[in-house]
């Protein structure tokens, strides 16, 4: 079975500064996809970035980005020039790459709360 | 609008007291699923659809049930609640996993 686990239960960033959130992840796979999730206090859950572990590239999305290290199971979430929308709790998440059944299952990790200060 | 509709939004019940929480999703996706959200725990997935009549058990089934009997609608079913799963539920959709889910806007559950 996967698991995935966020270290930080909190953070906080000051405005305008760059922030890193911390997941790493257990799995015997070789092919798979690692996901950020964002829920803000509203409690919607929002799709932020997603990774291909059979890419080498790096995701982006506009100010969101992943440094993913296949070997050592890691995927952080940088987030750069941090807005006070960001405050939010920030989920990790794994789902194998085999199809069919494989994309049902999404394991998230414990989540990390974001606090940006103004 | 594309999205995933979860009635109610908030929900107080009693023990014993058989519910339904419905979920819809206007979207033509295949998959669909439930997940529990709890303080520390994060989510954790109940039961998950690849299809019409199609359905397994996620991390955490005892004390649920599902049914697929149409693509668009996939409600979660608690039999005999127990304050236990008193918890902020999640419908969430795809049409191909891989590409990331589309999540409703939670039922937050207390079962006393």
């Known amino acids: 079975a996967q698991t995935v686990t966020q270290s930080q239960p909190e953070m906080s960033v000051q405005e305008a500064e760059t922030v890193t959130l911390s997941c790493t992840y257990d799995?015997?796979?070789?092919?798979?996809?690692l996901f950020w999730y964002k829920q803000p206090p509203s409690r919607q859950m929002i799709l932020v970035i997603r990774?291909?572990?059979?890419?080498?590239q790096n995701a982006t999305e506009n100010r969101f980005s992943v440094n993913f290290q296949k070997a050592a199971k890691s995927f952080s979430l940088k987030i750069s020039d941090s807005q006070l929308g960001d405050t939010a709790m920030y989920f990790c998440a794994f789902m194998k790459h085999q199809g069919g059944t494989s994309y049902g299952k999404l394991t998230f990790g414990q989540g990390t709360i974001l606090t940006v200060h103004p | 609008e594309a999205q995933v509709t979860q009635n109610p939004r908030y929900l107080i019940t009693v023990t014993g007291k058989k519910l339904t929480v419905t979920c819809s999703q206007n979207?033509?996706?295949?998959?669909m699923s439930w997940y529990r959200q709890d303080p520390g725990l994060g989510l954790r997935q109940i039961y998950y659809s690849m299809n019409v009549e199609v359905t397994d058990k996620g991390d955490v089934p005892e004390g649920y049930k599902v049914s697929r009997k149409e693509k668009r609608n996939f409600p979660l079913i608690l039999e005999s609640p127990s304050p236990n799963q008193t918890s902020l539920y999640f419908c969430?959709?795809?049409?191909?996993?891989?590409?990331?889910?589309?999540f409703g806007s939670g039922t937050r559950l207390t079962v006393v």
């Open positions: 799995t015997s796979e070789s092919n798979y996809y």
């Open positions: 979207m033509n996706h295949e998959y």
């Open positions: 990774q291909e572990a059979y890419k080498q």
């Open positions: 969430a959709s795809s049409l191909r996993g891989n590409y990331g889910y589309t």
